[in-house]
């Protein structure tokens, strides 16, 4: 797993930010830009799921915080359940649940392993159109992945491989204190993660596709 800076001012606050699949900085520091002011947070951003231990640096980087929260998106939803970490507060999903490859509650197999066996550039625009649908344009270039399809492809083969391995390890000593749906999710669909979500408090924005932060004011609307 990476993990990048994308505040890194001195806070007594850290927030963990878990990506979605395939996903780069780009989509942190477009956040960080574009949402309300968030003074005293430090922010750190995880992606790349090829493998699920957190940087040694990290580790010790979260020892000096006061507080540490997390927000989670698509597939960034699972991971984080099963990176080892301990004293989260406040943990919030966004448009993923914590069972990815799953008929009722998550991708469905068919749709999981189609999009790993046949992705490509091509296939990848496809995809896009569906995560942004509805979204402006004109700013699509500042959210998009600059990583190959290939590079992605092989970080959702690990995934694959990881989810049945992972699916009888003991639950984080944290649990998510809220999720939130987009009503106009293509990839998570929202009747599968309604399912997921039962015993957690939920929010549902009607106009929301799987991508997020045009219609959220950032992490911080998230933890609210």
């Given amino acids: 797993m990476n993990a990048d800076w994308i505040a890194h001012e001195g806070g007594r606050d850290l927030l963990l930010f878990f990506n979605g699949w395939g996903m780069d900085r780009g989509v942190a520091d477009y956040v960080r830009s574009a949402a309300s002011a968030w003074p005293d947070r430090d922010i750190v951003m995880l992606y790349d799921y090829r493998d699920l231990d957190l940087p040694d640096w990290l580790h010790a980087a979260m020892a000096g915080y006061r507080s540490i929260d997390l927000v989670a998106w698509s597939l960034g939803v699972w991971a984080a359940m099963h990176t080892g970490l301990q004293g989260i507060g406040r943990a919030v999903a966004i448009n993923g649940t914590p069972y990815p490859v799953d008929a ?86 929202p009747e599968n993660q309604r399912r997921a979500w039962l015993d957690v408090p939920v929010t549902e924005i009607p106009d929301m596709p799987h991508f997020p932060f045009f219609i959220m004011d950032g992490w911080q609307e998230a933890l609210q």
Avoid: H
């Fill in 104 to 189: 009722e509650r998550g991708i469905s197999p068919e749709v999981f392993n189609g999009t790993l066996e046949n992705w490509s550039d091509m296939s990848r625009n496809r995809f896009e159109r569906r995560m942004f649908i509805g979204c402006p344009d004109d700013r699509l270039d500042a959210v998009r992945s600059a990583r190959s399809a290939a590079d992605q492809k092989e970080e959702l083969r690990s995934i694959a491989a990881a989810v049945p391995r992972m699916a009888g390890t003991s639950l984080p000593s944290w649990s998510f204190s809220r999720a939130v749906i987009g009503a106009r999710d293509l990839i998570f669909l």
